[in-house]
């Protein structure tokens, strides 16, 4: 693969290559390392001013290796693109990014260098998503805190984390919980064993254990 001509967009962080087998474009930062590790400079590129493009330096000449890492490159690029794109939609987990580009066909290592470089550009940050989505289910949902862990886990995030957002938050679920009841129950208190049981059983999907739900219908009945 010979190298034609290397030109840089207006900001300068990407550069535009033309080579006898087509276009492609990547980051100034790699175009740096490309250059550093494949190519030889004429000798006069050493004087020329450093808002001079590489024309100078025409025709450089690609081994196989140097080629595959410049192709590496352009997908890199793409893979961040496309990356970056999917988060513009909605906020994403390490592992719900790294399954997006798997299924755009990325190999494993633009898979994994796109996520290292989101992750040290701010990105993406499994602990700020966490804490995110755990409001929302919390807040919003009144889920309790084992249908939490059970959602957040479902977002591709550790058992470790959820258990320790969880534990570390100052939510009021049995506050929670009394305002489940009252938008479940419409302001009827249950009677009947078969009423009971029916609020019961969607208390437990929403999340709470026997124990929280057999001290509601205690603070319940006590109010009576």
Do not use: W
Request: proline residues 1%; glycine residues 4%.
């Amino acid at each position: 693969m010979d190298i034609q001509n290397i030109t840089f967009t207006l900001s300068g962080n990407e550069a535009s290559i033309r080579t006898d087998s087509g276009y492609f474009s990547i980051t100034r930062a790699d175009l740096a390392v490309f250059l550093k590790k494949y190519a030889e400079l004429k000798t006069n590129l050493c004087n020329s001013s450093a808002s001079k493009d590489f024309s100078d330096i025409l025709p450089l000449y690609v081994d196989v290796e140097g080629e595959r890492e410049l192709t590496f490159f352009d997908e890199k690029l793409k893979a961040i693109k496309y990356a970056v794109y999917l988060l513009n939609i909605s906020d994403k987990s390490e592992k719900q990014i790294l399954s997006k580009l798997k299924l755009k066909q990325y190999s494993q290592r633009a898979c994994m260098e796109t996520v290292e470089v989101l992750k040290k550009n701010g990105f993406i940050s499994d602990e700020r998503f966490c804490h995110r989505k755990y409001e929302q289910f919390s807040q919003n949902k009144l889920f309790g805190k084992r249908r939490i862990i059970t959602e957040l886990m479902s977002k591709g995030l550790s058992y470790d984390l959820c258990r320790r957002v969880v534990d570390e938050s100052e939510t009021d679920f049995e506050q929670n919980i009394r305002f489940l009841f009252d938008k479940i129950s419409k302001g009827v208190i249950p009677e009947t064993r078969e009423q009971k049981k029916k609020i019961s059983d969607k208390l437990l999907r929403y999340g709470y254990n026997y124990d929280e739900i057999s001290r509601l219908f205690e603070e319940i009945e006590s109010e009576l």
